[in-house]
């Protein structure tokens, strides 16, 4: 960052303060509070009944727990470490979640700035077409392109009995799984990159390709480097999509456990083992761990995504 | 297998893949550099377009059409049967219901997700300590359907024998303020707004994180001056806030009323679709994979498709409007 932007970044936050303490009221934050209390309530219930024992879960509220503290760390034990064979511990899967997720996010994204840049910059007949095209496919839904896509991963594709694309032979790993998210994930990327890319100062590209720039080198200096806060933000709701996710891992993962997420372990535990609430509060707890620590260290990416848009208005 | 060596393999894979891709799109990129002017022409379409093009058409609009075949097929797919699936749909009581149920989640998930992450982030923008409150109202939207399914299945539980205390928080405060609770997710219609519920806990998050940015963007000037006009709190809300963020809004709305239409997982872990809180999405998957009908499977698909297109006509015209004004 320049002296001059470190300089006019420090001015913003100064004045902000000065509003800051002008408009902030009492009973606003108290109703904030409020709010955020009766938001947390239900997870705070679960979260404190995994820590319960089993024989007082399921004869008293979670709400009298403080009044006869007997708390402890067994229903974690279980869920995470025991179990073999048929039930394997819910470690396997947090791993295999970490496995799907990272390049579930990664992949999709890159394509989708590539794409973004192309829609917003590219000067081409049928790019309004296209892009609206895009827009509407976000309401396809998911549903429609399992069979479909499933066939392709396990059989390729043949028309008029002519193969188009061949057996693969990648079902039972990692990749149908990936590919799947790519896809999926492609029309709200883009279009929300598109809008921000779209904002990009035309003289900042101009001035590039007068300078002779191509437009790959265009992309990757200066294009890409612009765009990383609202790729961060982007990825930090593809990363919770993808991690969250029950129906592409189900259905792609074809339910073999090596490969499968802890969301279709833990929707397996709910519909079998339902009013076990030790063990479903416990894993259920596991499962979001990660988004919440991803979400948290991450912020700093919202805020600098705040400040590029602020320099527009 | 051994924790540990799963652990090993895993992040194998996962190296191994993140390699690879990283290691073509790096070639492609300085072999394209190096390509003839003449030829960037062309290949920068490729190289941009093309994989995001190709994934689009493989995963989404490939299987889009033949969802639109399918719907004018019979159950396996092999016989014409023209427009019997659609009468099918509006005729029979059942599915109407679900289409209207559809209808009331559509109109009240996005509408009070908005409304509410609106509020909140008003609320917290200059607020101090306002990133905790954030932090708090954004955390259901890290948890998954599932996740968040259990929670409120276990906030709405029901207490079958009259003689033990309740474990379920809802039952328990409905008792406190003097009312016989039900059993929650049984009472139609009140179970429907029940799930709606989780959905609205969930989407609030995301609203207030959007518009808090798109809010955090007003340039101060423009509060200070709405400040030393003397506007009230209420008017400076409605008057500066709203209208500046608006694009904003219409983004949130349209994106959790797509979500909303597309939701499944909620209905399917926390009622199955029974006791009459079926949602289109749901019962497209059950006719689709559990009754194994591909037609009205289909048709279902093609309803949801239709009834979201309003939306993405408003929004092809703001865009189409956004762009003459650059």
């Keep these: ?313 | 297998m051994g924790i540990s060596s799963l652990l090993v393999t895993n992040i194998t894979v996962l190296v191994s893949g993140l390699a690879a891709f990283a290691l073509i799109v790096t070639l492609i990129f300085v072999l394209a550099s190096r390509a003839k002017v003449t030829t960037q022409e062309w290949l920068r379409y490729l190289v941009f377009l093309g994989p995001a093009a190709l994934l689009l058409l493989v995963g989404l609009i490939g299987p889009a059409i033949r969802t639109l075949y399918l719907s004018f097929m019979n159950a396996s797919g092999e016989e014409f049967v023209g427009f019997d699936n659609y009468v099918w749909a509006f005729a029979r009581p059942e599915i109407l219901l679900v289409l209207r149920n559809t209808l009331i989640w559509v109109i009240v998930a996005p509408l009070f997700s908005t409304l509410l992450g609106l509020i909140i982030a008003y609320l917290t923008d200059r607020m101090r300590g306002g990133a905790w409150v954030k932090s708090l109202i954004f955390m259901p939207m890290a948890i998954s359907f599932v996740g968040a399914g259990i929670i409120w299945r276990f906030v709405y539980s029901f207490q079958p024998s009259e003689s033990k205390p309740d474990i379920g928080l809802l039952s328990a405060i409905s008792k406190g303020l003097g009312f016989d609770p039900p059993n929650w997710l049984l009472e139609a219609p009140l179970n429907t707004f029940l799930l709606i519920a989780v959905m609205v806990w969930i989407q609030t998050g995301f609203a207030m994180v959007v518009l808090g940015a798109a809010m955090k963007a007003i340039p101060d000037e423009v509060v200070e001056a709405s400040m030393l006009d003397g506007a009230s709190q209420w008017k400076r809300f409605l008057r500066v806030t709203v209208p500046m963020i608006r694009s904003s809004i219409v983004v949130v709305l349209s994106t959790i009323t797509i979500a909303t239409l597309k939701v499944f997982d909620i209905v399917r872990t926390m009622t199955g679709g029974n006791f009459q809180t079926s949602v289109i999405a749901n019962e497209m998957y059950t006719q689709a994979f559990r009754a194994l009908n591909y037609g009205t499977g289909s048709a279902l698909a093609i309803i949801l498709f239709v009834g979201v297109l309003p939306i993405v006509a408003y929004n092809i015209r703001q865009l189409r409007l956004e762009r003459t004004e650059r």
Excluded: C
């Design chain 1, 1 to 313: 960052m320049t002296d001059a932007s470190t300089t006019k970044v420090s001015q913003r936050l100064r004045g902000r303060r000065r509003v800051k303490d002008a408009l902030s009221s009492p009973i606003a934050s108290f109703i904030a509070v409020v709010l955020a209390l009766l938001w947390t309530i239900p997870t705070f219930g679960l979260f404190v009944t995994s820590f319960r024992q089993v024989e007082d879960i399921n004869v008293s509220g979670w709400w009298t727990a403080f009044a006869n503290p007997n708390f402890t760390l067994l229903n974690y034990n279980r869920v995470l470490f025991e179990g073999e064979g048929a039930n394997p511990p819910l470690t396997q899967f947090f791993f295999n979640s970490f496995a799907i997720t990272i390049p579930a996010t990664i992949i999709p994204l890159t394509l989708a700035v590539f794409a973004a840049f192309a829609l917003a910059w590219f000067d081409f007949k049928g790019r309004d077409f296209i892009f609206f095209t895009i827009f509407g496919l976000q309401v396809v839904p998911l549903q429609m392109s399992l069979i479909p896509l499933l066939q392709l991963f396990a059989r390729g594709v043949e028309i008029g009995g002519v193969t188009v694309i061949p057996d693969l032979g990648i079902t039972g790993t990692y990749i149908p799984i990936w590919i799947a998210h790519s896809m999926f994930a492609m029309p709200l990327a883009i279009f929300l990159l598109h809008n921000f890319l779209a904002q990009i100062p035309r003289e900042i590209i101009e001035a590039a390709r007068v300078d002779g720039t191509d437009w790959f080198q265009l992309f990757r200096m200066v294009v890409f480097p612009l765009s990383i806060p609202a790729i961060a933000s982007f990825a930090i709701f593809q990363f919770l999509w993808v991690w969250n996710d029950l129906l592409v891992g189900l259905t792609f993962g074809g339910g073999e456990r090596d490969i499968a997420p802890l969301t279709v372990r833990l929707a397996e535990l709910s519909g079998t083992r339902g009013s076990d609430w030790e063990l479903l509060t416990a894993g259920a707890f596991v499962s979001i761990v990660v988004p919440l620590i991803v979400f948290f260290a991450l912020q700093r990416y919202f805020v600098r995504g705040l400040l590029a848009g602020s320099v527009k208005g």
